[in-house]
T-cell receptor
Framework: DAKTTQPNSMESNEEEPVHLPCNHS???????IHWYRQLPSQGPEYVIH???SNVNNRMASLAIAEDRKSSTLILHRATLRDAAVYYC?????????????FGQGTILTVHP | EAQVTQNPRYLITVTGKKLTVTCSQN?????MSWYRQDPGLGLRQIYY???????DKGDVPEGYKVSRKEKRNFPLILESPSPNQTSLYFC???????????FGPGTRLTVT
């Protein structure tokens, strides 16, 4: 199964952009890249997902490398509320359609 | 209010005593899934269901059973709980596998 690798932790200052990297060198052609985050004492929350092209929504942007072996979640202006664990996830396609494989997650600390 | 509910939220039990954790969603979602979260291991998928009567194993299915007799409910059954199943459990649902997943509030289970 394809796995993801993320840095254990990152720090940012409030109102600055944050780039959270994820490596998925064994990704298959049908795997979608999903990002979720988990605030303290809560269940995970969807952030964004994509397949090949870069994606934008109200929360963040997702930049996917041309070879799809890595991706970057971009928070354009970090706020204190963005402090969370961010998970990069591959949603398997093909015969394993429906199976999600979570990475270890990156703990994002946002300083005032 | 659209939501995923889990019961109970907290449970302390003894080894071998069968238990069921219920999960219910009111959004008419087809896809439902169970995860466990352990320190240092992140979130791991236990089972998932693409629709009624359709279930499949995730990454850590051993020791668990599920059923999907109705679209809204997806109970997690531990026939003979053991201490290594002490964990924080999350249920999630989505309209379909490609859509964002909504997570429940979590069930903290302790098996002594």
């Amino acid at each position: 199964d394809a796995k993801t690798t993320q840095p254990n932790s990152m720090e940012s200052n409030e109102e600055e952009p944050v780039h959270l990297p994820c490596n998925h060198s064994t990704i298959s052609g049908t795997d979608y890249i999903h990002w979720y985050r988990q605030l303290p004492s809560q269940g995970p929350e969807y952030v964004i997902h994509g397949l090949t092209s870069n994606v934008n929504n109200r929360m963040a942007s997702l930049a996917i490398a041309e070879d799809r072996k890595s991706s970057t979640l971009i928070l354009h202006r970090a706020t204190l509320r963005d402090a969370a664990v961010y998970y990069c996830i591959l949603r398997a396609g093909g015969t394993s359609y429906g199976k999600l494989t979570f990475g270890q997650g990156t703990i994002l600390t946002v300083h005032p | 209010e659209a939501q995923v509910t889990q019961n109970p939220r907290y449970l302390i039990t003894v080894t071998g005593k069968k238990l069921t954790v219920t999960c219910s969603q009111n959004m008419n979602h087809e896809y439902m899934s169970w995860y466990r979260q352990d320190p240092g291991l992140g979130l791991r998928q236990i089972y998932y269901s693409m629709n009624v009567e359709v279930t499949d194993k995730g990454d850590v299915p051993e020791g668990y059973k599920v059923s999907r007799k109705e679209k809204r409910n997806f109970p997690l059954i531990l026939e003979s709980p053991s201490p290594n199943q002490t964990s924080l459990y999350f249920c999630a649902s989505s309209l379909s596998i490609g859509n964002e997943q909504y997570f429940g509030p979590g069930t903290r289970l302790t098996v002594t």
